[in-house]
């Protein structure tokens, strides 16, 4: 959580870079906010990391774990599914 005054700080180096750079502040605002693409892939990754986790922790004897980790595969894919 940032104070007041290095709220106003940030504040102040964002009006200066608008003033001296628009072209980058715009890029580096543009950059700044993911695409849904990237958000996508983020959510395709975070299946995949899910799905390996339940394997290595069956693989382990974990079962209690690769139960866990194959919900949260199974939420993740329903969320998928529901945002399109």
Do not use: W, Y
Request: charged share 25%.
């Amino acid at each position: 959580m940032l104070s007041d005054r290095e709220r106003e700080a940030l504040n102040e180096l964002e009006r200066q870079l608008k003033r001296e750079a628009p072209g980058l502040a715009r890029k580096l605002r543009k950059s700044a906010s993911p695409t849904p693409r990237s958000r996508s892939l983020l959510l395709d990754l975070t299946i995949g990391l899910s799905i390996l986790l339940a394997a290595v922790a069956i693989l382990l004897g974990l079962i209690a774990s690769a139960v866990g980790f194959g919900a949260l595969a199974a939420f993740l894919v329903l969320l998928r599914f529901l945002r399109r």
